[in-house]
């Protein structure tokens, strides 16, 4: 869980007080949001590959049994 807490720190990071955040203190806030959702979508992306890997083994297989009974 230390790792989503992490996640979650970065995203809802604000200023202290009634500051308006500098340049620099917005640009870090927007990338760290950015890697954050760069590697959501890199999970995505690697788990879609793993299961698409899975799926295209079976069809193949089953392709192969129906081509044998005809």
Known sequence: MSMVDSALKM????????????RS??????????GLVINIFAALLAFNAWYGGGLSSTILNNTIKANDIW
Do not use: Y
Not at 11 to 22: L, Y
Not at 25 to 34: G, L, P, V
């Open 11 to 22: 995203v809802t990071k604000e200023p202290k007080g009634n500051q308006t955040p500098s």
């Open 25 to 34: 203190e917005k640009e870090t806030k927007i990338k760290n949001r950015a």
